[in-house]
């Protein structure tokens, strides 16, 4: 029985050690902005990449049309 409250103590002390962390995390400033810059960069490359490579630019088609419609 000891065993047992000792084990929920650490898994208790352990929740409130990372909450603890994490709180104090999301209320800190970013020391610099190179996070920031790459999430940027790969959010405009997908944008970019959806553009290029829909449908309608690959075949000329929408892809509602069936194949029967699509060109050669």
Do not use: C, K, W
Request: proline share 3%; no cysteine; hydrophobic share 40%.
């Amino acid at each position: 029985m000891v065993e047992l409250g000792i084990l929920f103590g650490v898994m208790i002390a352990l929740a409130v050690f990372l909450i603890v962390t994490l709180l104090r995390r999301g209320s800190r400033a970013t020391e610099n902005a190179d996070g920031l810059l790459i999430e940027q960069d790969r959010r405009l490359r997908a944008h970019h990449d959806r553009v290029s490579y829909n449908a309608l630019s690959m075949d000329g088609t929408s892809p509602t049309q069936s194949d029967s419609h699509r060109r050669p």
